[in-house]
């Protein structure tokens, strides 16, 4: 069985959320509060409400698109807004240009809905997120499975989603480890396909779990 | 009347809490989490200061968080401040004008108030390492402050987004000098200099309120009450008060039951010892009229087995409220895997996301129409309760709690 050159170390990733007393009463509001919010917000709408949410496999995707949906009762821009994928994104500044730009061109499309009070505020908040080490460490693809199966989906979203805002950056640690230290590029590579948006982190693992197994041998 | 801190004994029903009760629950990795995090402050203090050791919200979250902190490592020390009559004349005159209602403040309401803050910080030392006070009535301990660490945090448990001008200005000379306030829910924010942590209410899924029951059980708390537990059961936990709006429950009931059969349940307290709930009673029984299929049931406050298998018993929970706090009848329901149908008020809808974890309604008419929709779409019922034990699981259990203070504490002290 093939030894890492490397362990991987998994954390226990926790979050505390900061109310940061912007709020949004329209989507002109939203617009100029995405412009001037932290990076901070911008990722605790986006990366970590995925987290939040990690139990849905539908309709949720970032706390905007859930809110013009909900709240603005404009699906066509909702949707547009969910389409956004955060594997994308190895910084949060193109992210939010995205976000920007996205509400901006269905703004000029329709003007109509800029003013329009929204059933409830949008609150804008920062993720505080700390992490610290678990007692879960592989050297092998064998303990690392035994270690994803006992970890938190917290330890998932940390490791699989957002790790790509770190370095290096776009990549999952997941599939770093796998090509760095065990030199399975191809099953680093399978692992980064598996979709976010349509899994629960419950079923992300699973399947990480299942794309592994194959490999155990090598 | 002299006045002193006391020191309650945290317990629940005999048994000091311990975190790996709550194993089975949550699951060994989130127990593992929390001691990860618990570890970075290992012997590191804790006091906690409130008004009340027993009744009400925040006694209960305590008598279960002081020992879960104490079994993680640290060292919690829970202290109640004392008063007299007058004391609490005032602090509750100060609780109600904060959510609003017009108060004609007297300036000796303010001198009574500061004065049995002096008297009960004379009486306490605060040198433990993360001083956490709950609500107003302790609010002016802040004095006791050092100008150095330890960390002092104000828990907010009230929606203060719209109160008397008069009461909050006064507590403004005491709020900023915390290090940071935690309130529970975005929308229940005022402006401040310092920051604000959202730290929402929980629920124990161990208490006599949310623990599992056996099946029998609940079929002889049904047989108790008359109701039938063969046709679709609509239950509404709550006091009898207007902004539950329990005749607005009755109407919805009353327009879905034309299209669905159903029973209704209206299960609460709070009509004996206040007038108005008396008379919030007296409505909804004459709204009830001679249906038979409409039960109100008056409980007496030790009802927490018998209100645990009503809820279990429902087909549907319904919270049709006109104002709320954070709602945590509704926490319950969803922790009990129930489709909910609730008012888009207060902490209402961070727990209820519409068509996900549950489903929203603004009137009689939409409350009535979710009702028909969720009773002739069982399958979409069931997964919304999925969905929203799942959301309990995630952020409204005391385990959460637990460690969103931990993290608090990490952050304020920089260990991380």
Redesign the interface.
């Known amino acids: 069985m093939r030894v890492a050159r490397a362990p991987f170390q998994f954390f226990?990733a926790?979050?505390?959320?900061?109310?940061t007393?912007q709020?949004a009463h329209t989507l002109t509001d939203l617009l100029e509060n995405i412009r001037n919010c932290t990076d901070a917000s911008v990722f605790n709408h986006t990366f970590q409400s995925l987290q939040?949410?990690?139990?849905?496999t539908?309709?949720?995707s970032n706390d905007f698109a859930?809110w013009a949906l909900?709240a603005c009762n404009e699906p066509r821009l909702a949707e547009r807004l969910a389409s956004l994928d955060i594997r994308h994104y190895a910084y949060l500044a193109a992210l939010r240009t995205d976000l920007v730009n996205t509400l901006e061109t269905y703004l000029l499309d329709v003007p109509d809905a800029a003013q329009r009070k929204a059933?409830?505020?949008f609150?804008f908040?920062e993720a505080?997120t700390?992490?610290?080490?678990?007692?879960w460490q592989a050297k092998t693809l064998a303990e690392f499975c035994e270690g994803l199966h006992?970890?938190?989906?917290?330890?998932v979203h940390y490791h699989f989603v957002a790790a790509r805002l770190r370095e290096p950056l776009t990549v999952n640690d997941f599939s770093f480890w796998f090509e760095e230290s065990l030199g399975l590029k191809d099953l680093g590579d399978r692992i980064d396909l598996i979709d976010i948006y349509t899994n629960t982190l419950e079923g992300v693992r699973q399947h990480i779990l299942e794309e592994a197994t194959p490999w155990l041998a090598a | 009347m002299a006045s002193s801190l006391t020191t309650p004994t945290a317990s629940s029903g005999g048994k000091i809490a311990s975190l790996e009760d709550y194993f089975s629950v949550v699951?060994?990795?989130?127990v593992?989490?929390i001691h990860?995090?618990a570890?970075?402050l290992a012997g590191r203090s804790v006091k906690m200061v409130n008004s009340t050791a027993v009744g009400g919200g925040v006694a209960e979250i305590l008598n279960r968080l002081v020992p879960l902190l104490s079994d993680v490592g640290l060292s919690c020390e829970w202290s109640v401040i004392t008063g007299g009559n007058d004391f609490f004349e005032v602090t509750k005159a100060f609780h109600n004008a904060l959510h609003g209602a017009p108060y004609d403040a007297p300036s000796q309401a303010f001198e009574l108030f500061l004065s049995y803050n002096e008297q009960n910080l004379r009486h306490q030392s605060f040198d433990a390492d993360f001083v956490v006070i709950h609500d107003p009535q302790p609010v002016g301990l802040i004095k006791a402050r050092k100008s150095s660490p330890p960390h002092w945090v104000w828990r907010c448990h009230i929606d203060v987004s719209n109160p008397n001008s008069l009461v909050w200005d006064f507590l403004m000379q005491f709020v900023p000098r915390y290090d940071a306030v935690l309130?529970s829910s975005?929308?229940f924010?005022r402006?401040?200099p310092i920051?604000?942590?959202?730290f929402f209410p929980c629920i124990d899924p161990l208490s006599q309120k949310n623990q599992e029951l056996e099946a029998d059980f609940i079929r002889k708390t049904l047989e108790q009450f008359s109701i039938d537990p063969k046709r679709p059961i609509l239950t509404q936990v709550s006091r009898f008060d207007r902004l539950k709006d329990p005749v607005g429950v009755i109407q919805a009931y009353k327009l879905a039951r034309k299209y669905k059969d159903c029973q209704l349940v209206l299960a609460g307290g709070g009509a004996a010892d206040d007038p108005e709930g008396g008379q919030v009673l007296s409505e909804a029984r004459a709204a009830a009229g001679d249906d038979p299929d409409i039960h109100i049931l008056e409980l007496p406050p030790w009802s927490a087995l018998e209100i645990n298998a009503l809820q279990r018993a429902s087909t549907i929970i319904i919270q049709k409220s006109l104002r709320e706090g954070f709602g945590l009848t509704v926490t319950e329901a969803l922790w009990k895997k129930k489709p909910v149908v609730a008012s888009?008020v207060g902490g209402i809808?961070l727990q209820v996301?519409?068509?996900?974890t549950g489903v929203l309604a603004h009137s009689v008419e939409g409350t009535a129409y979710q009702i028909r929709f969720l009773l002739s779409n069982p399958s979409i019922a069931v997964r919304l309760g999925e969905?929203g034990h799942?959301?309990v699981r995630?952020?409204f259990l005391i385990t959460s709690n637990l460690?969103?203070y931990?993290?608090?504490f990490?952050?304020l002290s920089g260990a991380?």
């Open positions: 226990a926790a979050t505390l959320i900061r109310i007393g709020r939040q949410h990690h139990f849905l539908e309709g949720f859930q909900a059933f409830e505020p609150y908040c505080v700390v992490a610290v080490p678990t007692p006992h970890v938190s989906i917290h330890t | 699951g060994p990795s989130e593992e989490e990860a995090l570890n970075r309130i975005p929308n924010t402006p401040l920051p604000q942590y959202l888009a809808p996301i519409h068509k996900l969905n799942e959301h995630e952020n460690k969103r931990l993290l608090l990490l952050t991380v």
